[in-house]
């Protein structure tokens, strides 16, 4: 520290140094800060007296100064004292004695400034004996010494021997006499006195037994009270404290117990604040740490507790031993040694003094002194005196009278609550330490519930000011808090009490479900650690839920059930994670589960709904399986669980509504499987793919028949679980949010929650969430009023372009308010006018549509680009999404179905003896009722179908407006309409084949049905592709409703003729202007359409053949679920059927290790397909093949880029080409393109036929040759097969054996016969052939047995009476070309001769049997642009660039394939046996034509005519023999049919007789050429059936094109010569 006193100071000592220390002495006292300027001074003090030691300064100098200074502070010759006493600690250590000197005279001349007391006080005795201030220091210290003896160690004591006991027994009568009278505390005081100074009593002792006296007499608090505390005025203070620690010392033995009457005065001191808490505390035993030790040890006990539990135990020795433990732990624990603080704290409570009893427990670990069961019921008393006002206002339920409670004596006792706010602030924090005890008192409990109860009622009564809100929002978190910490955990300690549950709940449903399940988190996650209790009842219940879980069974759920129950009134959050943490283990237990649920409080009820949505969020578990492609069976089991569970019981539904709708705006549809489940099961509707026809037409009735009928399961009982459903949708206003959500959610599913998940399981969630949202909007429709539905759902363009909603899921959504619109129209209209008219109704029925329509109409004009409304009107688009399946058609034998069903079980009730009266009549009555229900709906609709088709009659005309193209119009209608509404769901797949029919029959301009059902067959394999699982199969049933209608037209001409005959959809030229209607010519003739449906048939076998070539996982599945939907109606031609059968079997092989899913649909759709063989018809019963000299091809050729979008036409072509090759067929498209009338004018000429559409002109060189050998060897195998069935490629194709040789031969043989039989031919040399064969026919016939049978069978007969009208057609074709034969030009050779779609001859079937080796399959040709065509045979090529072509031609190899597949199918059904000696015999005859034919064939220049009478006769005995065997394979009478079903298409057998047939046939190579023309002119001659053979056989072609008979005829033949 730096020297206050500078030396130059003391050097200039009288010039300035003593003024200069003054001053500095003055302004040190003046400081402010006492402390700061104390040590300066004496800083400076003890360096000037310092300096006088050392001898710079003389000590009367200083002395001088000191005087000046010392008036400056009081304390200044204290501080001065201090300066001296270290002055002369430090002098006497020193050696120089010259400085203790100087110090002795600096003292000896202050003496007048310090006093000598203080000197004696702070200096050495020898050093006062140096000043003189004392004379012996020797004498002083010996003096000293026993001043402080006699202070400090000696004891006052009384005498005791004085004492008189006299006094005692005086005072202990003055206290304890009666003091009812007019005695006072004073009085007695005055009298105590008197006997403590008369008696010498020790006062000490009279106040110890005014205490003893005080604990016999509690009673009289009024009178010792105040006598103690008058009588305190003459003790110390601690005195009182002292003698009551000493009392409780006395008590503190082992074996010592306190009494209570001593904790109660102790109690009553403190309360009157005599003594103090802290400083009685001290003598309580035990110690706060001990009781920390004993708090923690409780808890590891139970803990260890819980290990047991859980712990599994073998043998039965160890819970004998265990038990033993058990006894001896209960034993130690029976006496706990006696907890003075405890005692003293009951005490306290007892007399209400809450805040001595707080501090008490605030020193304690938190619920340790409430643990004590007398402390928790003496807490829970001093509750109920405090509430006790307050519950009898508000608490106490109407009619109950409720026994009151007085309050407490004392005054000093916590106020009493008046008011909610003062229950706040006393009884709330009385509670909190109460915690889990008060479930000591059940009571007490309820009383605090019913007060939350009125609390919550005030609270959500509005109308309180600002202030009152707050303050009731702090006590409603107040009260939120007493639940969670006090209410929940005491009810998990109370003992099964159900009635405390219900209670409970009374209060927790005013709660907001948030709020709730807040608290269940709380309770069951937290509230079990905080106590070593609720450890206990955490494990015992688990322990209690593992025995009933393990023995519940559905047999014994009665039991069970009220186990559970009785478990779940106290712990309802345990058992219930418990119990679901089994059922995701084990789904078989749901259904027990369940049913055992019945017993349970409404609370536990809402505690289940929690426990469920918390086990689905769990985090730590995964939604997925491990193989990443279908969601886990936990989640499938929960979700199933859901729905089973909120439909039986009344649990509130918002809280898991919420946590999907949650879900979904986070991205995660996994969720949605819930909501799938709840609606399904309250509600009674169903998402299925798996729904049958009878079932679907079901659901296109009204409300009763889908009940009825519509469902797999029967629907009942859902009224008032579908009502809970939709009140927590509205209450919560999640009905439009959750349709919005999965709507957005859906293309989420594949762009945002796809990422790295398998396709599979994209696939799968993409399905899952659309048919949620169909189901769901299902549920809304019906369930929701028209004003709740209408409040909720805004207009199309709000949805689409706000909401961003998909159209598809807009409008299914708005489909049912625009339904609610019109009718509520409809009827107000109908109310205004009373007119009854069918007419009137119509027309405002019409009104009605027209005034809810416009705006919609308007609205969806912003949904596409203004080009889309060039080709369609906003208010066809608008018709088209706003109608449904209940408006287009009635259902009828649905409705006839379940009335029939009601029929019977009526009848059922009247033959059932058993049945009580009563009951049949109660049965009877529900039945009667459920009928005329159906009957009336029927009615109904019937009506409201009838009015929507006429409102659609008068609308047709504004529908396609067609600005640009027809082609253009039906593509924007698919694309806008059809394809997204068709795949939407299963109804809306039979709604969409049902409006295209509809847009057909109601002649709508502009509308094309014929390219409409083309572009939907032609190419499904990106469609398919691109759908999910479900989209397949409603995109199949689509198809198969489309295949269905194409099926009708094509199986009748009345029918055909009736329904399309001279409808605009079936012009073939392709206008852009209206329907004329009048020209017959312009319509697609019968046999036409059934080109054009085989055509749509192969594409369909194409498109299918590639899909499940390519081994895409997608492209597999979609198919096989389309191909499965569409059976009914495909495959229907043989061959096609027999390509698609080899590759399914293909799949089966590759697929049943690898994926089996895939193996799965395989075989199911293969097994299927099978079946479906005995109804397949060869091909040229399909349809007519015409020989493609006279090519007629239906085809649409769509301009190219530069031809103005018109579409040229859809036209019959029969421009004859010179040359086929691919320049030409450019040259003909740029004919078609540019040159629109032309080709108008020819569609309407010559018949139609099939150009058979051969691979790029490039191959066609080698392929020609190729065929060239094939085909005469085949023409040989199949000359042979007509009399050795031992070759015949059918039996190729099914790897028969050689056993069914002889059964061949004779099937074959046998047809032929009777076919001929039939025939009438009309050529000589044909009659000469057809008789010899008839003779062999008999011949065989006489030794046959089953052949007779077959022949009888009732298709049989049928088939004889019948005119055989396609035998004839195909003679007089023969017969026509061999007239024309001469003009033919011969197959260039550099052209892939085309096989025509005929069964001329066997020769034909046999190469075509060879191409299917060749080329395996339609798909290796899907990419074919050139087609080679023969000479003077327009062609169009399939794959113009943009565009499609409705063309009846085909790839010929995979015509080969198919043709070949049939052939060797369908030939095989009709195998009867044959002797082997008549089998060599039709051999030897084989060969021999097939050399002859072969001779006549190499001088064809000469013998031209011959050859083909030859090969017409051949061909003439195959076609009625293919026609038979048809014809018996579908009426089933068959022989071999059997053998069919199960035989493999394999080709392997009898391969060395190929080849020996190859060898032979090479020398014919211009053999096949005129066979091929002879079946084109087939094909071309069954156009037209009223020529005559015989002159077709004798003209020119050019007289021939005169003679033909039909208008249709002729008008092709000009057209064809104009061309020409």
Same mark, same amino acid.
């Given at each position: 520290m730096a020297a206050l006193l500078p030396a130059e100071w003391i050097k200039n000592w009288e010039k300035g140094g003593k003024s200069e220390f003054v001053q500095l002495c003055r302004a040190l006292s003046e400081n402010k800060n006492h402390d700061v300027g104390f040590r300066d001074i004496q800083q400076a003090l003890y360096e000037l007296a310092y300096h006088v030691v050392r001898g710079n300064l003389k000590h009367d100098q200083a002395s001088n100064v000191l005087g000046d200074v010392i008036e400056f502070r009081e304390d200044m010759p204290s501080i001065l004292a201090d300066v001296f006493c270290i002055l002369d600690i430090e002098t006497s250590c020193l050696e120089e004695k010259n400085k203790r000197d100087h110090f002795t005279q600096l003292v000896l001349a202050c003496l007048y400034l310090v006093s000598d007391t203080v000197l004696k006080e702070r200096l050495d005795p020898e050093t006062l004996e140096s000043?003189?201030?004392?004379?012996?220091?020797?004498?002083?210290?010996?003096?000293?010494?026993?001043?402080?003896?006699?202070?400090f160690y000696k004891q006052q004591k009384f005498n005791l021997l004085r004492e008189e006991n006299e006094g005692y027994a005086k005072l202990i009568a003055e206290l304890g006499q009666d003091l009812s009278g007019n005695i006072t505390s004073d009085l007695i005081l005055e009298n105590i006195k008197s006997l403590i100074g008369c008696f010498n009593l020790d006062p000490n002792r009279v106040l110890d037994i005014i205490l003893e006296v005080y604990e016999c007499r509690p009673e009289y608090d009024d009178f010792f009270v105040p006598l103690i505390e008058s009588y305190m005025y003459m003790c110390e203070p601690q005195t009182l404290c002292h003698i009551l620690g000493f009392k409780f010392k006395f008590y503190q033995d082992p074996s010592g117990e306190t009494p209570s009457s001593l904790y109660r005065v102790a109690a009553v001191l403190l309360q009157h604040n005599l003594i103090d808490l802290e400083d009685l505390y001290v003598h309580l035993l035990p110690g706060d740490n001990a009781i920390m030790e004993e708090h923690k040890r409780e808890i590891v006990e139970a803990k260890q507790i819980v290990r047991k539990l859980t712990m599994v135990v073998l043998s039965s020795e160890k819970t004998e031993e265990k038990e033993k433990e058990k006894e001896k732990e209960e034993e130690k624990t029976e006496k706990p040694p006696d907890n003075q603080k405890l005692g003293l704290l009951e005490a306290l409570l007892k007399i209400g003094d809450w805040h001595h009893a707080q501090s008490i427990m605030d020193q304690m670990p938190p619920f340790y002194a409430t643990s004590h069961k007398p402390i928790a019921v003496a807490l829970c008393q001093l509750v109920h005196v405090t509430i006790e006002p307050l519950y009898r206002r508000v608490g106490v339920p109407k009619g109950a009278k409720g026994s009151p409670i007085a309050s407490l004596p004392n005054k000093r006792a916590p106020k009493q609550a008046e008011s909610f706010e003062e229950l706040r602030k006393e009884v709330f924090n009385m509670l909190c330490y109460l915690g889990p005890h008060l479930s000591h008192d059940p009571i007490l409990f309820a009383k605090v519930v019913r007060l939350g109860k009125a609390f919550m009622k005030e609270f959500q009564s509005d109308g309180s000011k600002q202030e009152d809100k707050e303050k009731?929002?702090?006590?409603?978190?107040?009260?939120?808090?007493?639940?969670?910490?006090?209410?929940?955990?005491?009810?998990?300690?109370?003992?099964?009490?159900?009635?405390?549950?219900?209670?409970?709940?009374?209060?927790?449903?005013?709660?907001?479900?948030?709020?709730?399940?807040?608290?269940?988190?709380?309770?069951?996650?937290?509230?079990?650690?905080?106590?070593?209790?609720?450890?206990?009842?955490? &494990?015992?219940?688990?322990?209690? &839920?593992?025995?009933?879980?393990?023995?519940?069974?559905?047999?014994? !759920?009665?039991?069970?059930?009220?186990?559970?129950?009785?478990?779940?009134?106290?712990?309802?959050?345990?058992?219930?994670?418990?119990?679901?943490?089994?059922?995701?283990?084990?789904?078989?237990?749901?259904?027990?589960?369940?049913?055992?649920?019945?017993?349970?409080?409404?609370?536990?009820?809402?505690?289940?709904?929690?426990?469920?949505?918390?086990?689905? %969020?769990?985090?730590?578990?995964?939604?997925?399986?491990?193989?990443?492609?279908?969601?886990?069976?936990?989640?499938?089991?929960?979700?199933?669980?859901?729905?089973?569970?909120?439909?039986?019981?009344?649990?509130?539904? %918002?809280?898991?509504?919420?946590?999907?709708?949650?879900?979904?705006?986070?991205?995660?549809?996994?969720?949605?499987?819930?909501?799938?489940?709840?609606?399904?099961?309250?509600?009674?509707?169903?998402?299925?793919?798996?729904?049958?026809?009878?079932?679907?037409?079901?659901?296109?009735?009204?409300?009763?028949?889908?009940?009825?009928?519509?469902?797999?399961?029967?629907?009942?009982?859902?009224?008032?679980?579908?009502?809970?459903?939709?009140?927590?949708?509205?209450?919560?206003?999640?009905?439009?949010?959750?349709?919005?959500?999965?709507?957005?959610?859906?293309?989420?599913?594949?762009?945002?929650e796809g990422g790295e998940k398998h396709l599979k399981l994209v696939g799968k969630l993409y399905d899952q969430c659309h048919d949620t949202l169909v189901q769901f909007g299902g549920f809304l429709a019906s369930n929701l009023s028209t004003e709740d539905y209408i409040?909720?759902?805004?207009?199309?363009? !709000?949805?689409?372009?706000?909401?961003?909603?998909?159209?598809?899921?807009?409008?299914?959504?708005?489909?049912?308010?625009?339904?609610h619109h019109i009718s509520s129209k409809y009827d107000e209209l109908k109310k205004a006018e009373k007119g009854n008219k069918q007419q009137h109704k119509v027309h405002k029925y019409i009104t009605s549509c027209e005034l809810v329509m416009a705006p919609v109409h308007e609205a969806v004009i912003s949904l596409h680009l203004p080009k889309v409304w060039d080709d369609i009107s906003p208010q066809f688009y608008a018709t088209f999404w706003s109608l449904t399946m209940y408006d287009l058609a009635v259902p009828h034998s649905s409705y006839d179905r379940e009335v029939n069903k009601l029929k019977v079980q009526m009848k059922a009730i009247d033959d059932n003896q058993e049945m009580p009266p009563n009951k049949k009549k109660k049965e009877k009555e529900r039945c009667t009722a459920l009928q005329d229900k159906l009957l009336e709906e029927e009615k109904k609709q019937l009506e409201h179908v009838q009015r929507v088709l006429q409102r659609l009659k008068l609308e047709k005309d504004n529908w396609l407006l067609a600005k640009s193209t027809k082609n253009e119009t039906i593509t924007k209608f698919l694309q806008l309409c059809i394809f997204p509404r068709c795949i939407f769901s299963a109804i809306d797949a039979v709604y969409c084949a049902h409006f295209v029919e509809l847009v057909h029959q109601q002649k709508t301009p502009n509308f094309s049905t014929l390219l409409c059902y083309d572009r939907v067959f032609s190419d499904i394999i990106y469609t398919v592709a691109s759908c999910t699982e479900n989209e397949a199969s409603r995109y199949g049933r689509f198809l198969c409703c489309m295949l269905e209608t194409v099926t009708r037209w094509h199986s009748d001409r009345v029918i055909y003729e009736k329904e399309c005959g001279n409808y605009p959809g079936f012009l073939t030229i392709l206008r852009a202007t209206g329907f004329d209607g009048g020209n017959k010519a312009d319509q697609l003739d019968y046999e036409n359409f059934r080109h054009v449906v085989h055509k749509w048939h192969y594409k369909l076998t194409k498109a299918s053949v590639h899909c499940l070539e390519t081994g895409e996982y997608t492209h597999i599945r979609n198919i096989l679920i389309v191909l499965t939907k569409i059976l009914p109606w495909y495959p229907k031609v043989l061959n096609l059927g027999q390509a698609l059968e080899r590759r399914v079997h293909k799949i089966c092989q590759e697929e049943k290790e690898k994926r089996p899913d895939l193996y799965a649909l395989a075989m199911g759709y293969s097994g299927q397909l099978k079946s479906r063989k005995p109804f397949m018809i060869p091909e040229n019963e399909f349809h007519h093949k015409d020989p493609p000299a006279r090519n007629a091809v239906p085809a649409t050729v769509q301009n190219g880029p530069g031809g103005a979008g018109m579409p040229t036409s859809l036209t019959i072509n029969t421009v004859r080409l010179e040359e086929g090759t691919t320049e030409e067929t450019d040259k003909l498209k740029e004919k078609f393109q540019g040159v629109v009338k032309v080709i108008n004018k020819t569609v309407n000429a010559t018949p139609k036929v099939t150009t058979s559409n051969g691979n790029s002109a490039s191959n066609s060189k080698i392929i020609k040759e190729k065929d060239d050998k094939e085909k005469s060897g085949k023409e040989k195998d199949k000359e042979k097969k007509d009399k050795t069935p031992a070759a015949t490629p059918e039996m190729k194709a099914l790897g028969k054996d050689g056993k069914d040789k002889p059964k061949e031969e004779r099937a074959n043989k046998e047809e032929k016969a009777r076919e001929i039989k039939e025939k009438t031919p009309k050529s000589d040399k044909e009659k000469e052939k057809v008789k010899k064969e008839e003779k062999a026919s008999k011949e065989e016939k006489s030794k046959t047995v089953v052949t007779i049978v077959e022949s009888k069978s009732t298709a049989e007969k049928e088939r004889e009476k019948e005119p055989s009208r396609e035998r004839d057609l195909a003679k007089e074709m023969k017969s026509k070309e061999n007239a024309k034969g001469g003009e033919k030009v011969p197959v260039a050779g550099s052209l892939k001769s085309p096989v025509p779609r005929s069964e001329t001859s066997e020769s034909e079937r046999e190469q075509k049997r060879r191409k299917v080796d060749t080329h395996s399959s339609p798909s290796h040709?899907?990419?074919?642009?050139?087609?080679?065509?023969?000479?003077?045979?327009?062609?169009?090529?399939?794959?113009?660039?943009?565009?499609?072509?409705?063309?009846?031609?085909?790839?010929?190899?995979?015509?080969?394939?198919?043709?070949?597949?049939?052939?060797?199918?369908?030939?095989?059904?009709?195998?009867?046996?044959?002797?082997?000696?008549?089998?060599?015999?039709?051999?030897?005859?084989?060969?021999?034509?097939?050399?002859?034919?072969?001779?006549?064939?190499?001088?064809?220049?000469?013998?031209?005519?011959?050859?083909?009478?030859?090969?017409?006769?051949?061909?003439?005995?195959e076609v009625p023999q293919d026609s038979t065997k048809r014809r018996k394979e579908e009426n089933g009478t068959t022989g071999s049919s059997k053998h069919s079903k199960s035989e493999s298409p394999s080709d392997s057998p009898r391969l060395n007789e190929k080849e020996k047939e190859k060898n032979k046939s090479k020398s014919s190579g211009k053999e096949k050429g005129d066979s091929i023309k002879a079946e084109k002119m087939e094909k071309s001659s069954s156009g037209s059936k009223k020529e005559s053979r015989h002159d077709k056989e004798k003209t020119e072609k050019k007289d021939k094109r005169d003679s033909a008979g039909g208008k249709e005829e002729k008008k092709h033949h000009k057209s064809s010569d104009k061309h020409r």
């Open positions: 000043l003189g201030l004392i004379k012996q220091s020797q004498q002083f210290n010996q003096k000293s010494v026993k001043i402080k003896t006699k202070l009731m929002e702090t006590l409603f978190s107040c009260l939120l808090s007493i639940t969670d910490q006090v209410l929940l955990p005491s009810l998990s300690l109370m003992d099964c009490n159900a009635c405390m549950s219900e209670e409970l709940w009374g209060m927790f449903k005013t709660f907001p479900y948030q709020y709730r399940y807040r608290l269940y988190g709380q309770w069951k996650n937290e509230t079990y650690n905080s106590h070593p209790l609720l450890v206990k009842v955490k &494990a015992q219940t688990i322990d209690r &839920a593992k025995y009933i879980m393990k023995r519940l069974t559905k047999e014994n !759920v009665k039991p069970s059930g009220r186990q559970i129950g009785k478990l779940s009134h106290s712990n309802p959050t345990i058992l219930f994670d418990y119990i679901l943490s089994q059922i995701q283990k084990y789904d078989n237990l749901i259904t027990p589960v369940v049913d055992s649920l019945k017993y349970l409080t409404s609370l536990n009820y809402d505690v289940l709904a929690y426990c469920i949505i918390e086990a689905l %969020a769990n985090p730590e578990k995964e939604r997925m399986k491990h193989d990443d492609t279908t969601i886990s069976s936990w989640l499938q089991s929960l979700a199933s669980f859901c729905g089973a569970v909120f439909r039986k019981y009344p649990i509130e539904l %918002a809280g898991l509504l919420q946590y999907v709708a949650n879900q979904l705006k986070a991205g995660k549809s996994f969720d949605l499987l819930i909501l799938k489940e709840v609606v399904q099961k309250m509600a009674g509707i169903e998402i299925t793919e798996e729904m049958t026809m009878e079932q679907l037409e079901a659901m296109t009735g009204g409300e009763q028949l889908k009940a009825e009928g519509g469902y797999f399961g029967q629907i009942r009982n859902t009224k008032k679980s579908s009502q809970r459903l939709k009140d927590a949708l509205l209450d919560h206003d999640l009905a439009l949010p959750l349709c919005l959500l999965m709507a957005q959610q859906r293309n989420g599913v594949i762009f945002q409040k909720r759902v805004p207009s199309i363009d !709000v949805l689409c372009n706000e909401f961003h909603t998909p159209h598809d899921a807009a409008f299914f959504l708005s489909r049912p308010m625009y339904a040709s899907s990419t074919v642009k050139g087609t080679a065509v023969l000479p003077k045979v327009p062609l169009v090529s399939e794959n113009y660039s943009s565009s499609r072509v409705i063309s009846v031609h085909f790839l010929q190899d995979n015509l080969n394939e198919l043709k070949d597949s049939s052939a060797k199918h369908y030939i095989n059904h009709t195998t009867p046996t044959l002797s082997k000696s008549k089998e060599r015999e039709v051999e030897k005859k084989d060969l021999d034509k097939s050399r002859e034919r072969s001779r006549e064939r190499e001088k064809k220049d000469e013998k031209d005519r011959k050859e083909r009478k030859r090969d017409h006769s051949n061909s003439d005995r």
